[in-house]
């Protein structure tokens, strides 16, 4: 068996918490030799109801969950954390403007990021899954200098299985003989779902669509389908979300299988000409518990334009965050 590792989730009391507790508890995150040590961290008002939680996971008798604690204090719930998935945010709500937005969850994020910064392991790797999540996680970063900001990461991962299952139910395929496809950009309405490179079943995806359906139907389908989720349910996206979270985590250290990619957003080296320092969806494999881009590959006028769209969207934000004094 393996040294236990420690997961912090904030929002441990919401409805992703929920669903993403008990499968990191049960091994699925992280494999079946590795015992966890799980810190929930929540805001005074959720803690009885992470209590709740806590209750629920003792009774399933999980033989690789090793504890369970409970804080409302970012320096003690990120206490030697190995793992940090940050889910708790501020949601819009009606009326307010992206500013207000931006601004709350910099309340959220900055002291999260702090304390990250001061009390997390070494070895410290950040998922944020809250939204606007690629600049929360920028916010998040940007208060812990001590943390190799490529540690720091942004969901993009229901985005590219939602657009896995959509292009699997397109062309009549399992989503395992789908390869190489890629989300670009901010995990919003704007991301790009990618399937210039992709392949099914090994026949380039661009054989069996059209533009068309790509502009018309496939790409709005992706991007849109966290408010479908919302109409049909009456509630966001909460099992797949935590679903995504798990597979994010489980390829950023298990790794990505030889051959295969996957998107997560990350911070931007510069790549495919995304400012550097911007945390931007990309084609990514990792190994040895680290994510790379995706080199040379080949970005044609139709992505082009839809990149740039999204990343222009990044750089507003950044922006908007900058003029609050939040990064
Ligand atoms: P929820 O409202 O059910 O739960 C959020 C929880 O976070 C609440 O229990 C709240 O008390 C807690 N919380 C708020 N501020 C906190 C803080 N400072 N520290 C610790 N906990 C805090 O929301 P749900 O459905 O679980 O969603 C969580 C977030 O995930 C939302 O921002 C949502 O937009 C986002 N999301 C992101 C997706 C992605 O693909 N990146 C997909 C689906 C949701």
């Not at 939602?162 to 399992?174: C, H, P, W």
Request: charged share 20%; with cysteine.
């Amino acid at each position: 068996q393996n040294a236990p590792v420690t997961v912090t989730v904030t929002g441990a009391a919401g409805q992703i918490g929920y669903a993403l507790l008990f499968r990191i508890a049960s091994g699925q995150m992280l494999g079946a030799d590795t015992p966890v040590r799980l810190r929930l961290l929540e805001i005074p008002q959720g803690v009885k109801a992470a209590e709740g939680t806590a209750m629920e996971l003792d009774d399933c008798a999980f033989p690789l969950l090793e504890s369970i604690d409970i804080a409302d204090d970012p320096r003690v719930g990120f206490e030697g954390a190995n793992v940090a998935l940050l889910v708790g945010a501020r949601p819009r709500t009606k009326g307010m403007e992206r500013g207000d937005l931006l601004e709350a969850n910099g309340g959220i994020f900055k002291p999260q990021g702090e304390a990250i910064n001061a009390v997390a392991a070494q070895d410290i790797r950040v998922l944020v899954v809250g939204n606007p999540a690629n600049t929360n996680a920028l916010i998040a970063a940007s208060h812990a200098p001590d943390v190799p900001t490529e540690r720091f990461t942004a969901m993009t991962r229901l985005d590219h299985n939602r657009a896995l299952s959509q292009l699997a139910s397109k062309t009549g395929a399992s989503v395992k003989d789908i390869e190489k496809l890629t989300i670009w950009g901010n995990h919003s309405a704007t991301q790009y779902p990618d399937v210039f490179h992709a392949s099914v079943a090994g026949k380039p995806v661009t054989e069996l669509v059209d533009e068309a359906w790509l502009s018309d139907t496939f790409i709005p389908t992706v991007a849109k389908r966290g408010a479908a989720i919302i109409e049909a349910r009456g509630a966001s996206s909460a099992a797949s979300a935590a679903n995504a979270a798990v597979d994010h985590v489980h390829d950023w250290v298990l790794g990505t299988p030889q051959g295969a990619w996957t998107s997560a957003a990350i911070v931007s080296d510069g790549s495919y000409g995304v400012p550097e320092g911007l945390i931007s969806s990309f084609p990514v494999t990792s190994t040895g518990g680290r994510w790379e881009i995706v080199q040379g590959l080949e970005v044609n006028d139709f992505s082009r334009q839809r990149i740039d769209a999204s990343v222009a969207e990044l750089v507003e934000e950044r922006d908007a965050v900058q003029g609050l004094g939040l990064i």
